[in-house]
C-alpha cells in the first residue's frame, strides 16, 4: 500500500480512539501506528504481529509485542483487557473474519477495522472486462499469490456485522484517498472502508 | 574489574580474562529460608564483566540454569580451552554488550561451583553439611542474588536475565524484589515445571538415590554415587534436546561400526548411546549428587502463583517490562506456556513482549543459536534504559 493511504488510514483511526485508552494493534506492522498512539495520545498499547521481523521492529521502539496468529483466535489476550482493537487491511486475510471480530470485541470494547472494498468499480470492471480475476492499487496481487482469503463488499461486511450481531457506530467509506462520512453509491465508490464496531447490548 | 586486555587467542568481541570472585553474605543475620529454617553465613562465587557506571545503573544480572554457573562469559586462563557457558551472548558489542552493560553472573545457592551448597562445610560441624543442608526453593536462590546484587552497591539493575531454571530465578526476582530491576527476559522456562517435568526430575533422583555410593547423602567424595548421577544427567539431556536434534546429530548411526555387535553388554553400540554415556561421564566429573537433589527439588516446587491467589495476581506484583521468549522445538518448556505466561503478564496489565523463536536444538536451543537470542535482547535492553533515564530525568525534575 502507497505512503498516503498507510497515513490517511492512520489518522482515520487516531480519530476514533480516546486518549489514554488501551489499545491492542492486530497485525500491528512494524508499530509505526501504536508508536503514535503512545507518543501523541498517552494510549496504553500492545502490538500483535506473527512476522518477527515485525515484532523486532516494535520492540525496537520501545514498545511491547506479543507473536499471534490471528488465525487461531485471541487466546491469549485476556477479556476486556483493552479499550480499542485495530484491525487494519488485514480482516480480507485471516481464515476465519466473523470469529476475529467477535474475538476484538471480546478483548476490548470498540473494535476499528479497515477493510478493502471488493463493490469499487474498478474492480467490478475490471472483472467484467478482462474476465480475469481483478489486481487494483488496493489488491495488488495476483490470485495465486494473494495474502487475501475474503473479498467482500461494504453490502456484505453490513450483512455480516447484522448476522453475528455487531452494531457499526460508523461507517466511513474511504473513496479517492478520502474518508468520509456519507456518500452517494459508497460501495461502487469506495476502494475501502473503515467501520467502528461494538457488540449488541 | 575482572577483564584485562585481550589476549592474542581470544577474540576482540570477546570479555577476555576474567577472574572468579567470591563473597560471604548473610555474615550478621542469616538467611530465612521458605522453608522457614535459616542458613548463614552464605558463600557466593560470582564473576562481572564490564564496567558499572557512575549512575550504577547498568547492571544486568544473568541467571545460570541448573547445571551452569558464575563462568558465563570470557575465560579464566589464556590456554582455557572453553570460554564461559553464555560467551557468545555477552561481550564488547554482544548481545549483552559489556562496553554498556555491567554483567553479573552468580553460582546459586545449593549449587556446588563456589557458592554454599550441600557438599560445603558446615561452620557448626566442621564437616559437609549433605542432606542436612536446608530444603531450597528458587526463591532462596533469588534472596540470595539480590543481596548480592546490594552488596555491589546497586540499587536497581536494568534487567535480570535467564533460561530454563534461570528464568525462574527471574520470574521470582521480578515478582518479590520489583524494585531492584527494570527489565525481566525470561527464556525456555515457565511459571512452573510441568508434571512431565517434575516426572523426569523424580527418575534422576531415583537414579541417585538407588546408587549403592549414595549412603544416604553421606558419600565419601572420593567415591560419589556417580553411576546414579551420571544416569540422572543422561535422562534429563534427553529432555534438553529434540527429537529433530536428536535424528539429525546422531541418527541410527552406529557409533564405531557399519555392522550390529549382537552384544547384549555394550551400552555405546549406537551414536546416541555413545554420546549420552559421554555427557553422564562429563557431568560427575563436575557435579556435586546432593546439589543435583536439592536444586532439581527447587526446580519443582517452583510455583509463581503461589505468591498470589493466581498467576495474573502474582505477576501484578512486578514493575518490570517482560520479554518472553520460547522455542519451537522445546519441550520441556513448551511455547504453550510461555504464552500462559504472557497472558498472566498481559491481565495484570503489564509490558510485555513475546517471540516463539524457531530452532530445532530443543530446550538447549537458548545455550546453542545466540544470534536471533541477541537480535531481540539487544533492542530490548537498549529500549528498557532509555526508558530508566526518562524515569530518573523526570524524579530529578520533580524534585528540584
Known amino acids: 500500500m502507497p505512503d498516503v493511504s498507510v497515513r490517511l488510514t492512520d489518522e482515520l483511526i487516531m480519530k476514533h480512539i480516546d486518549a489514554s485508552s488501551r489499545v491492542i494493534d492486530l497485525g500491528c506492522g512494524d508499530g509505526r501506528l501504536i508508536e503514535r498512539l503512545r507518543r501523541e495520545m498517552d494510549c496504553q498499547v500492545l502490538g500483535v504481529d506473527l512476522e518477527r521481523s515485525n515484532l523486532l521492529a516494535v520492540i525496537e521502539r520501545g514498545l511491547p509485542a506479543v507473536a499471534a496468529d490471528l488465525d487461531e483466535g485471541l487466546k491469549d489476550i485476556p477479556s476486556g483487557s483493552y479499550d480499542f482493537a485495530v484491525l487494519s487491511q488485514t480482516l480480507q486475510q485471516v481464515r476465519h473474519p466473523q470469529q476475529l471480530l467477535l474475538e476484538m470485541l471480546r478483548v476490548a470494547r470498540r473494535a476499528l477495522v479497515v477493510v478493502p472494498n471488493f463493490g469499487y468499480w474498478r474492480i467490478r470492471l475490471e472483472v467484467l472486462w478482462s474476465g480475469r480475476t481483478p489486481v487494483t492499487g488496493t489488491l495488488p496481487y495476483e490470485w495465486h499469490n494473494t495474502p487475501n482469503l475474503h473479498f467482500m463488499s461494504m453490502y456484505d461486511f453490513r450483512e455480516l456485522m447484522e448476522s453475528i450481531g455487531l452494531t457499526i457506530v460508523r461507517e466511513s467509506p474511504i473513496i479517492h484517498g478520502r474518508a468520509v462520512d456519507r456518500a452517494w453509491a459508497a460501495n461502487l465508490r469506495a476502494d475501502s472502508a473503515f467501520y467502528l464496531l461494538e457488540k449488541r447490548d | ?400
Open chain 2, 1 to 400: 574489574m575482572s577483564v584485562s586486555s585481550a589476549q592474542s587467542a581470544i577474540p576482540e568481541d570477546s570479555v577476555g580474562l576474567v577472574q572468579p570472585q567470591s563473597t560471604v553474605l548473610f555474615q550478621d543475620s542469616p538467611l530465612v529460608l521458605a522453608s522457614g529454617q535459616t542458613l548463614g553465613p552464605i558463600t557466593v562465587a560470582y564473576e562481572t564483566y564490564g564496567r558499572l557506571n557512575e549512575a550504577r545503573d547498568n547492571g544486568v544480572f544473568v541467571c545460570h540454569a541448573l547445571t551452569g554457573d558464575a563462568h558465563a562469559a570470557g575465560r579464566h586462563h589464556a590456554d582455557d580451552p572453553k570460554p564461559g557457558w553464555w560467551d557468545p551472548l555477552i561481550g564488547p558489542g554482544r548481545g549483552i554488550d559489556t562496553n554498556e552493560y555491567f554483567v553479573i553472573c552468580a553460582n546459586v545457592l545449593g549449587g556446588c561451583q563456589g557458592t554454599t551448597g550441600p557438599g560445603s562445610i558446615n561452620p557448626q560441624t566442621g564437616r559437609r553439611y549433605n542432606l542436612s543442608f536446608p530444603s531450597l526453593t528458587v526463591g532462596d536462590m533469588v534472596s540470595v542474588h539480590s543481596e548480592l546484587v546490594r552488596s555491589l552497591g546497586i540499587e536497581r539493575l536494568c534487567g535480570v536475565i535467564g533460561g530454563s531454571l534461570g528464568g525462574m530465578q527471574v520470574l521470582d526476582w521480578a515478582v518479590r524484589f520489583p524494585d531492584q530491576t527494570a527489565a525481566a527476559i525470561v527464556i525456555a522456562s515457565g511459571h512452573h515445571l510441568s508434571a512431565q517435568g517434575i516426572a523426569f526430575n523424580a527418575v534422576g533422583r531415583r537414579a541417585i538415590y538407588a546408587d549403592p555410593a549414595f549412603q544416604g547423602g553421606s558419600w565419601d567424595p572420593e567415591s560419589p554415587p556417580r553411576f546414579g548421577l551420571a544416569l540422572a544427567r543422561m535422562i534429563a539431556h534427553i529432555t534438553y534436546l529434540s527429537e529433530d536434534s536428536i535424528a539429525l546429530k546422531f541418527g541410527r548411526r552406529l557409533q564405531d561400526s557399519d555392522q550390529f555387535a549382537f552384544d547384549i553388554l555394550k551400552e555405546t553400540e549406537f551414536r546416541i548411546e555413545s554420546y549420552l554415556h559421554h555427557q553422564g561421564k562429563r557431568f560427575v566429573q563436575r557435579f556435586d549428587a546432593n546439589s543435583y537433589l536439592y536444586l532439581t527439588r527447587a526446580m519443582d516446587y517452583f510455583d509463581l502463583a503461589r505468591y498470589s491467589g493466581s498467576l495474573a495476581e502474582s505477576c501484578a506484583r512486578a514493575s518490570a517490562r517482560f520479554l518472553v521468549l520460547s522455542y519451537d522445538t522445546d519441550w520441556l518448556f513448551p511455547t504453550s506456556q510461555s504464552r500462559e505466561l504472557t497472558s498472566a503478564l498481559l491481565q495484570a496489565g503489564k509490558h510485555v513482549s513475546f517471540l516463539e523463536l524457531d530452532c530445532s536444538f530443543g530446550h538447549d536451543s537458548f545455550l546453542i543459536d545466540i544470534d536471533p537470542l541477541a537480535e531481540v535482547i539487544r533492542p530490548f535492553l537498549k529500549q528498557t534504559r532509555a526508558s530508566e533515564q526518562r524515569r530518573a530525568a523526570r524524579t530529578r525534575t520533580d524534585s528540584q
